[in-house]
């Protein structure tokens, strides 16, 4: 017993010091977040002005007075010139696109996390709630290995290494040494980063249920009713009306959010988890159809893709390149010679 425990402790170690863990899922939530947060800054750019410059009610001066309690901080308030502003959205435009694609992606993820945590802290009660899970994320990607997988970086790395010019490990000693505890730093960091956000969303799932099994009206099924009838969250009132209508589903579509977010963090280690995730993605779906909640949604929905394997993302991969190969061999744009002939090739005369 004692060897068996010192073998499970040892390969722990190794998995922990020596191979990095979802790296597709990480390049994943890179990708979705860095999308996702675009999207919302061009959204939102209209009314940036109301929003985080200096003409929103909720002032420079006073956000300062709220981070004296908070703790919160935020570049946009350094200044209250509007040229600073502007320069500030434009440069956290471009961080989220570079963020996406993967460029640089150990000091632009560091840039990221301070783009959305300065736009969160500089008006908290603007968004719908789906930033505060994308701060969270934002803070965690930065110790992970993000970029090893569908970036710039990564096909930088790939050019590198078919001219080859990848450089090796030179030499031994000290310089050796620095460079073996660099790897197994990053490594480290990497794997404890996906292993926080993985709590998280558990952490998030398990409070969430639990509140809900508190509340008298998820327990008599009838939350979801009044939910539908808030005026703040009806952007589609007939839609809301309608559902809200049907009342034994409501009941049921309530009854099973409550078993899946309860239930969501022991089920992770089995083959249930693909039914619930699939499960969790459709309520998120709905709620940013039905509610209007369409960053918090996206949030959530990325968030859940860190509990899909690499294979499943390998997979994904395998499948889009067949698909783009045999477009491109269908297609107008094939390259000569790929096309399948129309008249069988003919045997040359014989010698």
């Not at 996390?113 to 505060?132: E, P, W």
């Not at 409550?258 to 619930?276: I, M």
């Not at 909640?293 to 499948?319: C, E, K, N, Q, T």
Request: net charge positive; charged share 15%.
């Amino acid at each position: 017993m004692p060897q068996r425990v010192l073998d499970r402790v040892h390969a722990l170690l190794v998995l922990l010091t020596e191979r990095p863990v979802s790296l597709y899922a990480a390049a994943m939530l890179r990708i979705g977040y860095g999308l996702l947060y675009l999207v919302f800054l061009l959204r939102e750019f209209p009314h940036r002005d109301e929003m985080w410059g200096p003409g929103s009610p909720w002032t420079p001066a006073l956000a300062r007075q709220m981070f004296d309690q908070s703790g919160w901080v935020s570049v946009l308030t350094l200044s209250d010139s509007r040229v600073y502003f502007e320069m500030c959205y434009a440069v956290a435009l471009v961080t989220c696109a570079l963020f996406l694609l993967g460029w640089r992606t150990r000091v632009v993820s560091v840039l990221f996390a301070v783009v959305v945590v300065s736009f969160h802290a500089r008006a908290i009660f603007m968004a719908d709630g789906g930033d505060n899970l994308m701060v969270l994320m934002a803070v965690y990607l930065v110790f992970t290995a993000c970029g090893r997988r569908w970036s710039l970086d990564a096909r930088r790395t790939r050019l590198q290494a078919a001219a080859g010019k990848t450089a090796g490990r030179l030499g031994g000693g000290l310089r050796h040494q620095l460079g073996d505890t660099r790897t197994i730093l990053i490594t480290v960091l990497h794997n404890c980063g996906m292993f926080v956000i993985a709590a998280q969303v558990c952490f998030l799932y398990g409070c969430a249920g639990l509140y809900k099994v508190q509340g008298v009206k998820w327990g008599d099924g009838t939350a979801l009713h009044y939910i539908l009838n808030i005026d703040l969250f009806r952007p589609w009132p007939d839609l809301s009306r309608m559902i809200d209508g049907h009342h034994v589903l409501i009941a049921v579509i309530g009854y099973l959010t409550v078993l899946v977010q309860v239930a969501f963090p022991f089920v992770l280690f089995g083959r249930l988890k693909y039914p619930v995730l699939v499960l969790l993605l459709g309520m998120h779906v709905n709620i940013a159809v039905v509610m209007g909640l369409p960053i918090f949604s996206g949030a959530m929905i990325v968030a859940d893709a860190v509990f899909l394997p690499d294979r499943f993302y390998r997979a994904v991969g395998r499948l889009w390149r067949r698909t783009v190969e045999r477009t491109g061999v269908t297609g107008a744009g094939a390259s000569p010679g790929t096309a399948p002939a129309a008249v069988p090739p003919q045997p040359g005369p014989a010698s």
